[in-house]
């Protein structure tokens, strides 16, 4: 095992026999002679319900062809399948939460938290019992490689976290591919709409960013929310129109006007709490007061749970949502 893993991802002696015994107890099968017939029957018909698919690697990965347990680990994995009505029975918690993201908590209600954005709990994941694992962004070979033994794994998001191709995917393990065609032809009439109600606003520039206890930070190419803001034709201020290292990127005080623009979008991970308090305590900064946007009052506090962070299918619906109540011309 690779010392960089946390202790909540290795699989522990009490996980590996909880393994063990459940591979033993599906490898034994009925000891009732008599029913060996319909064994036989019932395996052929369950080896011919599974279909194949590739994941973001590239792996072939045999899954159920209508899996009933899913365990979903990470934020976009999750709102994918409840885009879909499938409810997981297990799910990561999401990025600054103790459970689903903000905008998906009501109907995540009542799901199992069986992992962090950190890594899965490998005993949490077998106390779920799933019979398909979607792995989300997760590249640890040796992780995967655990929860492959305890159901199908499918790593369902790219380098390039496109939600849209991450949608489709996880639609197809769940035999929901007709369902997802239907959303995403929902999803482009509401860009439509969204743009069309832009008017004056259209092609202006918007900024995107979040607050936290570690400073301001913006949101640059190559994430969610600049996909999403980028199909509105909306254009993006100085580093925002460039790839950064990472998710998001830093900026001192000193260096806030970099998320100036005509409008701006911005938030912490939740409104509650301590987050609640660092956002007046942003509000109260004399750069930030000096910033455009605010003296034109063109600020829309959002959802950071929904807007900087992994996103997906629903996230993506309900962004358009606020730009248009936020940018639509009266």
Known sequence: M?????????????????????LTLSACGSDDSGAKGSDAA????????????????GAEVKVPAAPKNVVALSEMDLDSALALKVKPVGISAGRGQKGAPGYLAD?????????????????????????????????????????????????TIDKKKDWKKSFELTAKVL???????EFLKGYDAKVTETKAALGANAGKNVSVARYSAKGTAV??????????????????????????????????????KQIDADWLFIGTLT???????????????????????????????????????????????????????AMSSK
């Open 2 to 22: 690779s010392s960089n893993l946390t202790p909540r991802t290795r699989l522990t002696a009490v996980a590996a026999l909880t393994l063990a015994s459940a």
């Open 42 to 57: 019932g395996k052929a018909k369950n080896a011919g319900s599974q279909v194949s698919v590739t994941d973001a690697t």
């Open 107 to 155: 109907q995540a209600k009542g799901i199992p938290v069986v992992g962090a954005v950190t890594g899965p709990d490998i005993e949490k994941v077998i106390q779920a019992k799933p019979d398909v694992i979607l792995a989300g962004q997760l590249a640890d070979k040796q992780v995967l490689a655990q929860l492959a033994k305890i159901a199908p794994t499918v790593v």
């Open 175 to 181: 035999g929901k591919s007709n369902e997802a065609a």
């Open 219 to 256: 949101m640059q190419q190559g994430v969610f929310i600049s996909d999403v803001v980028g199909e509105l034709g909306l254009k993006r201020p100085g580093i925002q129109n460039e790839k950064g290292q990472g998710h998001s990127t830093p900026l001192s005080d000193e260096d806030l």
């Open 271 to 325: 409104s509650q709490g301590k987050d609640a308090k660092l956002f007046t305590e942003l509000k109260a900064k004399p750069a930030y007061k000096q910033l455009d946007a605010v003296k034109n009052n063109h600020v829309t506090e959002i959802d950071g749970s929904k807007w900087t962070s992994l996103g997906g299918a629903q996230a993506a619906v309900s962004v358009l949502d606020d730009i248009k109540k």
